[in-house]
């Protein structure tokens, strides 16, 4: 029988035995820490990103306002932590926004470092009860908050979208949004609304945005999209009838192209251009573009 290779990371809670420094509550291992939305790097010597361990983060006299176990990374404990907002990056380190970090982690870094941020996040505007304003304290156990006045408990939350590649013959539907970088083309998506199924979703949000009705819908993959705190669930759609119609106010311009017109479009971290290269693939074709 193939000897079981162990999953890089593994989430969890609460941190087991290794989890702090001993006789200590203090943590150990890596830590995933903030200042806002950025996110505390170091540059190695190869000039990729590293995440510090908590030992630099003290030498740095560095102090977490608040942190949370994540789980394990390559066998070590990784954590989260929020600094304050004027906490400023020590030397050799630096502070960075997680886009432009895609390239230098590895996929499973990186995913964790977006798990990291949504969950710094979530602690941070739950510190009190949304509901009687009383301030709340942890959950053992669970990753929530409870409420000790009126016992509500405030889990982190996920704010679902729907992307949507359109196919019709040997082309695709691409958009260009007014707040798009200059030339650059992606594919239609929206929040999903009560009530909705992921599908209805779909519909609606074309039929909004570009003024078309689909045929099928299928599912493609989902996403994390840690900016803060959604998830991007990826569909291949096809043309059903209907022309092109801009009349919602979120569009610049929208068309169809081929492979050989192909614009501008997102790079290669987001679903919008996985759903893309999957389709040219599918025509034997490789896009050329970062």
Known sequence: MAELVPAAFIPAVEPGE???????????????AFVGSELLIVRS???KARIPAWDELRQWGVAAVRWQFLGSLDGEPCWSAELSNDQEAPAGAMLSGLRPLYEQFSEVEYAVAGRAAQIVAWERDHQFCGRCGA????VPGERARRCP????????????????LIERGETILLARGHAFQTGRFGIIAGFV?????LEEAVRREVREE??????RVEYFGSQPWPFPHGIMIGFRAYHLRGEITIDDGELAEAAWYGLEDLPNVPGKLSIARQLIDDW???RGAVIDQP
Do not use: K, N, Q
């Open 210 to 215: 570009v003024g078309i009705e689909l045929d």
């Open 135 to 138: 301030p709340t304290e942890p």
């Open 193 to 197: 609304e009560p009530g909705e199924t």
């Open 280 to 282: 040219a693939t599918r």
């Open 18 to 32: 290794g989890g702090r420094e001993p006789e200590s509550d203090l943590p150990r291992g890596r830590c995933f």
């Open 45 to 47: 010597a190869d000039r």
């Open 149 to 164: 006045v009126c016992e509500l408990h405030a889990y982190p939350r996920l704010t679902p979208a729907v992307i949507t």
